[in-house]
Nanobody
Framework: QVQLVESGGGLVQAGGSLRLSCAAS????????MGWFRQAPGQERECVAA????????YYAESVRGRFTASRDNAKNTVYLQMNTLKPEDTAVYYC??????????????????WGQGTQVTVSS
């Protein structure tokens, strides 16, 4: 069992930056593909980034590519999402998730086994 806790969300002006963290307990994250999802009101949950077990491979949704960077520190059992040049349309609840599947650019929510509680990101215009 893996427990995930996100932090780092908040209110930021358009063009600003935030860094989300996802700390894990209960099991080492080094065996898991990790994903970052977001869900805005009335919209489906979407994968914005994913990172493989070693951190050597990443996936980004087209809407965030070039602005968001996923990384991980397996020694600290933590993954990160650096979000730069934020836009109002980035406003959503952001979730981190862990998948037991091997790296295949897992981007579907059903491919993930463990989820954090989410952290709100609000970008004002």
């Amino acid at each position: 069992q893996v427990q995930l806790v996100e932090s780092g969300g908040g209110l930021v002006q358009a063009g600003g930056s935030l860094r989300l963290s996802c700390a894990a307990s209960g099991q080492t994250l080094s065996t898991n593909t990790m994903g970052w999802f977001r869900q805005a009101p009335g919209q489906e949950r979407e994968c914005v980034a994913a990172i493989n077990r070693s951190g050597s491979s990443t996936y980004y949704a087209e809407s965030v590519r070039g602005r968001f960077t996923a990384s991980r520190d397996n020694a600290k059992n933590t993954v990160y999402l650096q979000m730069n040049t934020l836009k109002p349309e980035d406003t959503a609840v952001y979730y981190c998730a862990a998948s037991r599947l091997p790296w295949q650019a897992v981007t579907k929510s059903y491919e993930y086994d463990y989820w954090g509680q989410g952290t709100q990101v609000t970008v004002s215009s």
